[in-house]
């Protein structure tokens, strides 16, 4: 299939697997490239800059592939030192850089002069339009299904995905709520130029994560994730268990005056324990409403093949007929 994002980033098919907190190590990320898709690996997972410069280079030794980098942006308090990230993709030759979190201004003139190109994650259409402005290339619609951080305006992507191709000139992917054909068929019916999956590529067998995890979204339906941090308005989707339960009385005895500190320990080095040792009641992990529509934990190219499969069928066999009659 051909789209702007496929012609963008040199990639077989429109599939993109967002940077996700220890899960995206070499491992997915090449697997993923393999298959025609773009594979991620997460930066910031990376302890430090020379980490990721040998992540990258062992995922540049399990596929001859475009893959890329996410660079999460984090409140400036916290901000580790992103000019030597930047400076290990640029070293290790990587071409991609999905940036998220706050906006990535600053620095994009370090990444164009390096000749990456950008797709900035968006939850709303103003952002997506400041990404344009600023000089992204593409934009990755988060909707308010998405798991991990939808943002504080809860726009479902039934209508956020319209609403983007109404203003948007860049090409922009689909991404929360993505799981199968259907999802990319309808994205693009919606405007968009290919789908971003998260929790999807978690139940693959290449995720390098613990077994419990991929068990855990295989049992999960689209009625079991939960949105914690809201009074710190840094809302996250993140599946339900007894850390977050916990979390949540919290909030809901605090209220308003709920501050980052009385639920520290539900959501700081968290995913270390869930996703290495399979703690699965460690605390908070992302997670999105899609897992209602994971049955299987397939290869990373099973996956990507059954979904182009079925995306062809939609349009030609049942979308045609409809037609036709
Ligand atoms: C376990 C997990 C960890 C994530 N970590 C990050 C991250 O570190 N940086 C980031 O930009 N997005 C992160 N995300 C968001 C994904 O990149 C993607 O936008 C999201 O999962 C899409 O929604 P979906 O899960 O419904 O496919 C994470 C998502 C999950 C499920």
Redesign the pocket.
């Known amino acids: 299939m051909k789209t702007r994002i496929t012609e963008l980033f040199g990639i077989k098919h429109p599939i993109i697997q ?4 220890f ?1 995206g190590f070499a491992e997915l990320a090449a697997a993923v490239s393999s298959a025609g898709g773009l594979g991620i690996i ?1 930066g ?1 997972t990376q302890k430090t800059p020379e980490l990721l410069a040998k992540e990258i280079a062992k995922c540049r030794d399990m596929t001859d592939k475009p893959f890329g980098v ?1 660079l ?1 942006f984090l409140p400036s308090f916290s901000a580790p030192p992103y000019p030597e990230y930047i400076a290990a993709i640029r070293e290790g030759g990587v071409k991609v850089v ?1 940036t ?2 706050r906006s990535p201004e600053q620095y994009m003139p370090a990444l164009k002069q390096a000749g990456i190109k950008v797709i900035h ?1 968006c939850t709303s259409v103003r952002h997506s339009l400041k990404a344009e402005k600023i000089g992204c290339d593409a934009v ?1 619609v ?1 909707g308010f ?4 951080h939808p943002g504080e305006d809860d726009i479902p992507n039934m209508i956020l995905l319209p609403r983007a191709a109404d203003e948007l000139k860049i090409p922009f992917v689909a ?4 799981a199968d054909a259907r999802s990319l068929v309808a994205s693009l019916a919606m405007g968009a130029e290919g789908m ?5 590529f ?1 139940a693959t067998k290449e995720a390098p994560v613990h077994d419990n995890v991929k068990q855990a979204i295989l049992q999960a339906s689209e009625l079991d994730t939960r949105l914690i941090m809201r009074p710190i308005r840094n809302t996250e989707r993140v599946l339900k268990n007894t850390g977050v339960d916990k979390l949540l009385e919290i909030e809901r005895e605090k209220g308003a005056k709920t501050t980052i500190q009385d639920i520290h320990d539900l959501v700081a080095g968290v995913y270390p324990r869930v996703m290495l040792e399979g703690d699965m009641d460690a605390g908070a ?6 897992a209602g529509l994971i049955y299987d934990i397939p290869t990373v190219r099973e996956l990507i093949d059954r979904i182009m499969d079925e995306a062809e069928k939609l349009v030609r066999i049942r979308l045609e007929r409809m037609l036709a009659a």
């Open positions: 967002g940077g996700m907190h899960v997460t910031l996410n999460t999905e998220a979190g994650k990755s988060d299904e998405c798991g991990g991404s929360g709520g993505m971003n999956m998260g929790t999807r978690i992990w992302s997670c999105g409403m899609v």
